[in-house]
């Protein structure tokens, strides 16, 4: 597999959100606008590229039966740096994502490409198909916190376009289930053609 | 490839990446420690500059914690050229809709609330987060309003605060954190003001 297709696999044929349906719980939960989405995303994509990198780096040394705990405590570092990285220089972004980047740790994508891909592959092949997968999620966030975003309180990126109140319901929780659902048809539709 | 799952090997494999993270973490940690508390001093003093009027001093190194009907709030008295100028409280109400509900209430020294600030929420989007000031006019209502006269409670519930559409119970929580603030105003700082 070339090193190109092992990046936009990640993005298209196996998109976290779209096509796996993975990392539900901070997708829905993040997405509210377009910046907060691409603030999760790029906090989700550090982790992945870093942990797939420690992980196939070390995969050979480390015994069957504690192959989760370990890579879980991999992924765990570098969830932590992020979070005090955030605290400390972004500390704005960080009060709105609060909960959900400690809850990156038990994201299934992170523990999936770690499972799937890192553990058999290269260093630089795993940093690659983690920063695909990162890219393909951040995506994704991106793509329905603008969507959520402008229907619910007609802006953009925190730009008003529209004025008023907008459709209050894409804020909120039903809203993301709904923004999501027609975004994969549309994701798939368009995949297909 | 992996090594054999004996206790030997598990154990010394869990030890090590355990150490190589804790060595990590403890290194970030000491670099983001400095940066991470500055922010938070930061968000304070910036807040205290928002609510307070003029003042000289600096209110957050003279800030104490007091206890007011079972709760806990922090006072941060202004003076200016050493004169009583009013106070900034903090105080977190937990009658919010979606969870805690923490303010600074900036006061004058005769008790006139000079200005509100909402430090942390998390309110429903959209209804409840009209109380933050950038979204709804709600909390400038507050402003040079003197609870001595002015009755901390929406209007549903005989009081004179006109409440956010929708969000009765986001507005009753901003109303109790506001009559926290009063009373601990009252209680503390003012005393040492009035003489």
């Not at chain 1, 765990?76 to 909960?99: D, H, I, K, R, S």
């Not at chain 2, 799952?5 to 060595?23: D, P, R, Y």
């Not at chain 2, 957050?60 to 007011?68: C, F, M, P, S, T």
């Not at chain 2, 919010?96 to 200005?115: C, S």
Request: glycine share 10%; hydrophobic share 50%; charged share 15%.
């Amino acid at each position: 597999m070339n090193k190109l297709s092992i990046i936009t696999k990640g993005i298209i044929k196996e998109n976290p959100i779209f096509v796996l349906v993975l990392g539900m719980c901070p997708t829905l939960g993040t997405t509210t606008s377009a910046f907060n989405g691409l603030g999760m995303g790029l906090a989700t994509t550090f982790v992945l590229m870093l942990s797939n990198l420690v992980i196939s780096l070390i995969a050979g040394f480390i015994p069957a039966k504690v192959r989760i705990p370990s890579f879980i405590v991999v992924i765990a570092v570098f969830v932590t740096v992020v979070q005090l990285v955030m605290q400390a220089y972004v500390p704005a972004l960080y009060e709105t994502l609060g909960l959900f980047i400690p809850l990156i740790v038990v994201n299934c994508i992170v523990l999936g490409r770690a499972e799937a891909f890192a553990s058999k592959n290269k260093p630089l092949d795993s940093f690659l198909d983690g920063l695909g997968a990162g890219v393909g999620f951040t995506l994704g966030l991106t793509v329905l916190g603008a969507v959520r975003e402008l229907l619910g309180s007609g802006a953009f990126f925190g730009w008003k376009i529209l004025p008023g109140d907008a459709v209050l319901v894409f804020i909120l929780a039903p809203g993301a289930f709904i923004a999501l659902g027609y975004l994969m048809v549309l994701f798939n539709k368009i995949k297909k053609a | 490839m992996a090594r054999v799952s004996n206790f030997k090997n598990m154990f010394l494999c869990l030890l090590i990446i355990c150490f190589g993270g804790s060595a990590l973490l403890g290194g970030v940690y000491l670099i983001t420690y400095q940066p991470i508390a500055d922010a938070q001093t930061a968000k304070v003093s910036q807040a205290l500059a928002g609510v307070l009027p003029e003042f000289d001093n600096v209110p957050a190194d003279e800030a104490y914690r007091v206890q007011v009907d079972g709760r806990y709030v922090t006072v941060y008295p202004a003076t200016k050229s050493g004169i009583f100028a009013g106070a900034a409280v903090e105080a977190v109400t937990t009658k919010g809709f979606g969870g805690p509900i923490t303010l600074m209430v900036g006061f004058k020294a005769d008790g006139t609330i000079y200005n509100t600030a909402v430090i942390s929420h998390s309110e429903t989007p959209g209804l409840g987060d009209k109380m933050d000031p950038r979204k709804s006019d709600f909390s400038l209502q507050f402003k040079d309003k003197n609870p001595e006269t002015f009755k901390l409670a929406v209007k549903k519930d005989g009081g004179q605060v006109d409440a956010i559409t929708a969000a009765t119970i986001s507005s009753r929580a901003f109303c109790d954190a506001v009559s926290l603030a009063y009373t601990a105003f009252r209680q503390t700082a003012q005393k040492g003001g009035d003489q």
